[in-house]
C-alpha cells in the first residue's frame, strides 16, 4: 500500500471519570444495528453490535444487564453478529469489509508491562482472525450451529459461506451477472470473489446488492434477500455450479416490490420470513416454492425480524418505531411496543412449551435496538398498559381482556390495523389498537451521539453537538472536551452576537434544536461564528463523526503543516520565538507509552515519564536532537482517556489498538513508517510548506525609504505584530525619524520630532486593505493578498 494512503486516525472519547458521562460512558455511542442472545448454563448473555464500531457483551441477569467486554477491532460500523454457543465463537461484520471472528468468552485479564486506567487489560480484545474476502460493505452474518459454518453477505452481490474450524470459505455465491476477469478476482490472493456470474433472474444486475442472509442450524439451507426484491434459496449440499465454481440459486422468489433488509429460516429450512420496505412481511413455503401469507401491518419499511419457530410467533420492527408480534398461522397480530427511533434488530425469548395457539402471550420478552445509543429491554409477562390504564387487576398476562386493545387481524391490507381490531365495540366502528407496553423494563442507556461538528479556524478545537442537544468544546492536543455550554450560554452567546443587527428569520427556539413551529433553528451554527476565533492556521487534520464519536485523521506530511507559538497555547514563561509543530507533538503525545516500552531495555525499569514541562530526553529514553529539546519538552498537553488508534498495515490490513495496549512490539508493518520516524528518529518529512516568502516595501503615498532587506521568508504563523517591530526596528537602524505630533498631540508640540521609530508610529497594508497586529502572514495570504505568488506588504506613516 502506498505510504500516502497509510493515514493515522485517533478517536476522541468521553473520559470514564467524567461526571457528565457518568454511568454509560463505556456504553455505546452509537446506533445498535444487531442483537445476538446467548443461553449456555442458565446464563444469558447479550451481544451488542454498534455503529460505533464496537461490539459489546452483556450478562443478563435480575440485576440487570453488566458490561462484561468490548471487542475492539472493527473500523467502521459493526452491521451484524452472530453467535456459535458450541464452540464458544462471535462472527461479525462490518463496512470495513471484513468479517471477524472473536473468543466469545473472551475477557479483561491482567496485562504485562501495565494496566489500563481502569484497572483491566485485554488479550489482543478476543480476536481470532480477520476475513478480507468481501470487497465492500459486509451487512450481514448468520451462524449455523449444528453445522459449524456461517455466512455471509454484502454490498456487489457477495455471499460467502466459511467452514469455522479451517477459517476459509468452503463455497462461493453470489447474484450479479459474470464479471470480467480483471474484476473477478480477490484483491489480496488472486483467487475468485466467488460472484455468480448467470442465474434464471431477468430483473437482476451488478447493482444488486445483499442487505440480509440467513442459514438454518444444519446449513443445508441459505437464504438471501437483495435490493432487487428477491428472494434467492441455495441448497448448500448441491453441486450445481457455474464456471467461476459459484453455486447456483436453488430458488429465485419474486414477490417484493422493495429491498429486502431481513430474513428468517425455520429450522428444518422449508419457511422462510422476510421483512421489506415495501412495508410488507412475507411467509414462503419453499415446498411450494410460493408466497403464502403477506402481511401489511407496518407503516413503513420493515428493518427488523425475529422468529419464535417454538409458539410459531413473528416479531418485526422497522422505520415507524412499531413492533408487533403476528401469528405465522393465525394471522392475529399484536402491538407490543413502540420506540422513539426506528427499530434496527429485535432479540425475543419465548416461553417454556409448545402452544402455536397463544400468540403474544407465548413470548417472554425482548430486546430492542434503535438508531439511538440505548438498548431496551421488554418483559413481556407484566401487565399490559391498557389493562393497567382501565384498573384491571393484573392478572394472567395473556388474557384476552388485557389484550383485545393490542391486537388485531393483520391481513395484506395496509388498513387492517385500523379496521380490524378486536377492541371495537358496537359503539364505534373504529378503534385505536394500543401499545401492549408503552415503558421498557430497563434501558441500557447509550452515550449521545454527535451528530454535528465544526472545526475552530485556530485547528485546536472542534466544537460538537450530540442527539441530546449538548454542546460541547472538544481540545484535539489532548483528545477530552474542554468546556460543555449549557444551554444558557449558548442564547446568551448568540444574544450579544446579535445585537445591533436585524434579525432576517425566526426567533431561536430554546429548546436546543425547535422552533415554536417545530423546524430545526440553526442554533449551533450561530454559536460557532460567535465562538470562532478569526484566524488562519493551515489544516493539519480532518475530522469525521461517523462513529458516533470524533474521529481525527492525519495525513502523511499534511499533519505536519500547522506549527503554533508556545504563548499562543496560553505557555507561560517561554520565549516568544518557542514554537511548537502541532501534528508532530500529537503523533509523539499519542506514542509517548509505545516509544517508552519499545526503548524499555536501555531505560531503567522503575523510571518514569518525565514530568510536564521537564527538559529531559525525548520519549522512550533518546536524547533529543539538538535544538528540538526545549519543543519536545515544553509541551504540555498529553491524552488522558486512552483513545484507540486506526490505521492499517503495509498489507492492507486494519490495526486498531488503545495506546495504553501499545506494547513496543508493533514495528513499521503495524504502525505508519512516518509515525515511526517522527515519534522515534524525531525526522519530519521534507518539502513541508511551514513559510512564506513576503516583500515589505514603502507605501507610494509614504516618505519612507525602502528597507536595505526587503525580502525576507518567516514562518506562517508569523503575527503581523512582529513585522511592525521588524519595520520599525529597521527603519531605526537607518536612522528615520518620524514627526509624532503629526497623529499623536500628546508626543509633543507641533512640528516636534524625536529620533526613532516605534512599532505603533507605522502601519502595514495588503492590496490597501489596513493589516492587524493580531493578524498572521497565513490570513493575510489567504484571506487578502490570495495569490500565490510573495506576498507584497507596504508600510506607511500612520496618519
Sequence with gaps: MKLRKRRLTFLLEHSRDDSAASTSASNHCG???????????????????????????????????????TFEGHVDWVNGVAVLEKDNTLVSCSNDCTVRLWRANASPKAKVGGKRRDGLAEDDYGLVSTLYDHSDYVMGVSAAQEAKTFVSAGLRSEIKLWDLE????????????????????DSRGGSPRGVLGDFDCDSASDASSCYACHINPFGSVLACGSTDGILRIWDTRSGERNDEGSMLPK????????????????????????????????????????????????????????????????????????????????????????????????AVRGKDGS?????????????????????????????????????????????????????????????????????????????????????????????????????????????????????????????????????????????????????????????????????????????????????????????????????????????????????????????????????QQVACSLFRGWQERREGEDASPSSSPPAKGTPSSS??????????????????????????????????????????????SETAEEIPEWVVSCVADGQLPTGLDLKFSFHLMPHPDSELPALQQGKLLAPRILPISKVLNYVANKLCDQNVEIERSKWDGQQGGEGDREKGVRADDIELLCNDKMLTPDMTLSKVRHGIWKRSDDIIIQFRERG
Excluded at 277 to 287: A, M, N
Excluded at 314 to 337: E, P
Excluded at 551 to 569: G, N, R, W
Aim: with cysteine; charged share 25%.
Design 31 to 69: 446506533a445498535v444495528n444487531a442483537l445476538a442472545l446467548a443461553t449456555s448454563d442458565n446464563r444469558q448473555t447479550l451481544f451488542t453490535a454498534s455503529r460505533d464500531a464496537t461490539i459489546k457483551r452483556w450478562q443478563v441477569g435480575d440485576a440487570g444487564p453488566k458490561l462484561e467486554m
Design 355 to 583: 402452544n402455536p395457539s397463544a400468540g403474544s402471550d407465548a413470548l417472554k420478552s425482548a430486546w430492542s435496538a434503535t438508531s439511538s445509543s440505548s438498548i431496551h429491554y421488554w418483559d413481556l409477562t407484566q401487565p399490559s398498559s391498557s389493562d393497567r390504564e382501565g384498573g384491571g387487576s393484573g392478572g394472567k398476562s395473556g388474557s384476552y381482556r388485557e389484550r383485545r386493545h393490542s391486537s388485531f387481524v393483520a391481513s395484506t391490507s395496509p388498513f387492517s390495523i385500523k379496521h380490524s381490531s378486536l377492541g371495537k365495540s358496537a359503539g364505534r366502528s373504529k378503534a385505536e389498537v394500543t401499545p401492549l407496553q408503552r415503558t421498557p423494563t430497563l434501558t441500557i442507556a447509550g452515550v449521545p451521539a454527535i451528530v454535528k461538528h465544526e472545526i475552530l479556524s485556530n485547528r485546536r478545537e472542534i466544537l460538537t453537538e450530540d442527539t441530546s442537544g449538548a454542546i460541547c468544546l472538544w481540545n484535539v492536543l489532548t483528545g477530552a472536551v474542554e468546556k460543555r455550554f449549557s444551554a444558557a450560554e449558548v442564547q446568551e452567546a448568540i444574544a450579544e452576537a446579535a445585537e445591533g443587527e436585524e434579525s432576517d428569520g425566526a426567533p431561536v427556539g430554546e429548546n436546543g434544536g425547535e422552533d415554536k413551529e417545530g423546524k430545526k433553528d440553526n442554533r449551533f451554527e450561530k454559536f460557532f461564528e460567535c465562538i470562532n476565533p478569526e484566524v488562519t492556521v493551515s489544516s493539519w487534520f480532518n475530522a469525521d463523526k461517523r462513529l458516533g464519536k470524533l474521529s481525527i485523521h492525519m495525513e502523511p506530511k499534511q499533519c505536519f503543516s500547522a506549527e503554533v507559538y508556545a504563548t499562543d497555547l496560553g505557555i507561560q514563561d517561554v520565549s516568544d520565538e518557542l514554537k511548537f509543530n502541532m501534528g
Design 619 to 664: 520519549p522512550g529514553g533518546k536524547p533529543r536532537a539538538k535544538g528540538t529539546t526545549a519543543k519536545l519538552a515544553d509541551w504540555p498537553f498529553s491524552f488522558a482517556n486512552n483513545p484507540c488508534i486506526i490505521s492499517t498495515t503495509s498489507d492492507g490490513e486494519w490495526f486498531r489498538r488503545r495506546i495504553e495496549d501499545l506494547d513496543g
Design 166 to 185: 479451517t477459517t476459509v470459505r468452503t463455497s462461493r455465491l453470489g447474484l450479479g451477472r459474470r464479471r470480467s476477469s480483471a474484476s473477478s478476482s
Design 251 to 346: 430458488l429465485a422468489l419474486k414477490g417484493h416490490l422493495g429491498n429486502i433488509r431481513c430474513v428468517r429460516l425455520n429450522r428444518a429450512g422449508t419457511l422462510c420470513i422476510t421483512g421489506s420496505s415495501d412495508k410488507t412481511i412475507r411467509i414462503w413455503d419453499l415446498g411450494q416454492q410460493r408466497c403464502v401469507n403477506t402481511f401489511s401491518i407496518h407503516k413503513d419499511s420493515v428493518w427488523a425480524l425475529d422468529f419464535d419457530e417454538l409458539h410459531g410467533q413473528i416479531v418485526s420492527g422497522g422505520r415507524d418505531g412499531q413492533v408487533f408480534c403476528t401469528s405465522a398461522s393465525g394471522k392475529l397480530s399484536t402491538l407490543l411496543f413502540e420506540e422513539e427511533n426506528p427499530v434496527l434488530s429485535l
